[in-house]
């Protein structure tokens, strides 16, 4: 088998709801038609519902099996779709304490898809910024957030990108031997600690410059995507690159805006009989949008993080 | 990147420090809008004495900045810190006149530079094995050439400064005259070819004509 570097794309966002899931299949259906080896892998532990929306209501496998060792690797999860090219690890069914991962558990499932050899990875993550979520965006120098144009998912989606960014620092810090650095750090500011972490690099950067030079190269190698889902016509288009701004400027990470996606009624239609809502209404300005995005996101092919994938102890 | 507490006026509002007023205007109304109250965008991601403290530090470089000033007090501070050039400073030139179109004339010759530079030039007139050749009454294109190589000039050369076809050129050397336009025309050629290899050139003329009526040509 040819060991490709496979792009990996988690795909996260603070809100339930907000259409991660409809996105991550859009994603998967589009660059599996354009010619690319895709792999969705649903990360939504418990809550699992990815095969449903690609129409493949009883997946015969799922990443329980890998979990419970009931097939040795993580490829013998996989399993095909309707769509050619486009492939599938659920995250369904039958076991029950899935949802609350143990942390060897996770790193095995991380190492594992690392390990993959696909063109396209896209990681389906579920809501909210549990550890579960979160370690799935340190596996790639890149990552989707979607968020929709409300205050509500406006503020999960910061606290989502915070949390990542937080985790980040923490991983650079233990991987550089930081650790007495940022503790020198918040004793000199009581308020530098990794919560504010434009302060902490900042004071980091003050004790030792040299470190805190790597620290912000570390940081600024992530480029992460926003999407704003669900806009209305009523909504400020301008909404996305705001955040952007915002972002770039106080957290030090880039932060690229992939586009707008119309609201549209009618992706409640194809959810419900459960067909890809890009095959059911394909000139709609929601799946001109979609492809739009999904020729960014092919545009922007890149590899994996080895070093930030933990080695086996 | 300084954190945002410490950032300069120009880093606060992403300007350069010779940004004109219009700039800094537009500058800090995007920004304002960014942080303000109501911004959906920023919606929770500052508390709101973190928000004060930004929206004050952009009011407060938007308020220095627009007036000329305590702009030029302000810039007059940072160059003494090093932060910014003297020649840096922006100067208003709104008022001055502005040429819309470029009027000097600039033909391509100008613009190319002269195909021959000036330091191979020299005259060969002298007492160089050359003056002999070229004080014979008649002057084949043999001869021509001999002339031109110890001066050290290309006829690549000779047609890009003259604008004329190199093979003209050739023609004229190898004394095929069936080759060569009407004697008027073949005056002027005659006389850029002398031109750029510095000899005299009514001479050349003179002795070349004679050379093609003696009829030895091919």
């Known amino acids: 088998m040819k060991q490709a570097i496979s792009s990996i794309w988690p795909i996260g966002g603070g809100?339930?709801?907000s259409g991660k899931s409809f996105l991550?299949?859009?994603?998967g259906i589009l660059l599996a038609r354009d010619g690319y080896r895709t792999?969705?892998?649903?990360?939504?532990?418990?809550?699992?519902?990815?095969?449903?929306?690609?129409?493949?209501?009883?997946?015969?496998?799922?990443?329980?099996?890998?979990?419970?060792?009931?097939?040795?690797?993580?490829?013998?999860?996989?399993?095909?779709?309707?769509?050619?090219?486009?492939?599938?690890?659920?995250?369904?069914?039958?076991?029950?304490?899935?949802?609350?991962?143990?942390?060897e558990q996770k790193m095995k499932i991380l190492r594992s898809i690392s390990k993959l050899s696909y063109d396209f990875i896209l990681l389906d993550?579920?809501?909210?910024?549990?550890?579960?979520?979160?370690?799935?965006?340190?596996?790639?120098?890149?990552?989707?957030?979607?968020?929709?144009?409300e205050p509500t998912a406006i503020e999960n989606i910061y606290r989502l990108i915070r949390s990542v960014y937080f985790r980040k620092i923490r991983q650079v810090l233990n991987v550089h031997n930081f650790r007495a650095l940022a503790m020198e750090a918040e004793e000199q500011n009581p308020?530098?600690?990794?919560?504010?972490?434009?302060?902490?690099?900042?004071?980091?950067?003050?004790?030792?410059?040299?470190?805190?030079?790597?620290?912000?190269?570390?940081?600024?190698?992530?480029?992460?995507?926003?999407?704003?889902?669900?806009?209305?016509?009523?909504?400020?288009?301008?909404?996305g690159p705001l955040i952007c701004r915002i972002i770039q400027r106080h957290l030090t990470i880039k932060m690229k805006f992939l586009g707008n996606i119309a609201f549209d009624d009618r992706v409640h239609n194809a959810v419900c009989k459960k067909m890809p809502f890009l095959d059911l209404y394909p000139y709609t300005q929601t799946a001109l949008d979609l492809r739009e995005y999904g020729n960014r996101v092919a545009e922007t092919k890149c590899g994996i993080r080895d070093s930030m994938v933990p080695a086996r102890p | 990147m300084r954190h945002h507490t410490e950032q300069i006026h120009y880093e606060l509002l992403e300007i350069p420090v010779d940004a004109s007023p219009f700039e800094i205007r537009k500058a800090y109304q995007e920004l304002f809008e960014l942080y303000r109250d109501d911004s959906i965008a920023a919606y929770s991601f500052f508390s709101a004495a973190e928000r004060m403290v930004i929206i004050s530090a952009l009011e407060r470089a938007y308020l220095t900045l627009i007036d000329v000033a305590a702009r030029r007090n302000y810039d007059d501070h940072l160059i003494e810190r090093g932060l910014m050039e003297e020649g840096k400073r922006y100067q208003d030139r709104s008022k001055e006149p502005v040429p819309m179109y470029n009027l000097r004339r600039s033909p391509y010759a100008e613009t190319m530079g002269p195909a021959i530079p000036s330091s191979v030039k020299k005259a060969d007139t002298g007492d160089s094995p050359v003056a002999t050749v070229f004080d014979k009454d008649i002057l084949t294109g043999a001869d021509l050439k001999k002339i031109r190589i110890e001066a050290g000039i290309t006829l690549e050369q000779i047609s890009l400064q003259s604008k004329f076809k190199i093979g003209l050129f050739q023609s004229l050397e190898e004394d095929r005259f069936e080759?060569?336009?009407?004697?008027?025309?073949?005056?002027?050629?005659?006389?850029?070819?002398?031109?750029?290899?510095?000899?005299?050139?009514?001479?050349?003329?003179?002795?070349?004509?004679?050379?093609?009526?003696?009829?030895?040509?091919?």
């Open chain 1, 39 to 103: 792999l969705l892998i649903d990360i939504d532990f418990g809550a699992a519902n990815l095969h449903t929306m690609i129409g493949l209501p009883h997946p015969e496998k799922s990443l329980s099996d890998f979990i419970n060792k009931r097939v040795p690797s993580l490829e013998d999860t996989v399993v095909e779709t309707p769509f050619p090219g486009l492939f599938l690890i659920s995250g369904a069914m039958n076991n029950l304490d899935v949802a609350n991962l143990a942390h």
């Open chain 2, 179 to 218: 080759l060569l336009p009407p004697l008027a025309y073949l005056k002027g050629i005659l006389k850029s070819y002398a031109n750029c290899i510095d000899i005299e050139a009514d001479h050349v003329i003179q002795s070349y004509v004679r050379h093609m009526e003696s009829g030895k040509g091919k």
């Open chain 1, 191 to 239: 308020r530098a600690t990794v919560t504010n972490p434009d302060l902490l690099l900042h004071i980091i950067k003050e004790l030792d410059p040299e470190k805190g030079d790597i620290l912000e190269r570390e940081l600024r190698a992530f480029e992460f995507s926003l999407v704003v889902n669900q806009c209305h016509r009523q909504d400020n288009p301008n909404i």
């Open chain 1, 15 to 17: 809100k339930g709801g």
């Open chain 1, 24 to 27: 991550t299949g859009s994603l």
């Open chain 1, 125 to 149: 993550l579920g809501a909210g910024t549990a550890f579960n979520t979160i370690d799935f965006f340190m596996i790639s120098d890149t990552g989707v957030f979607v968020t929709t144009p």
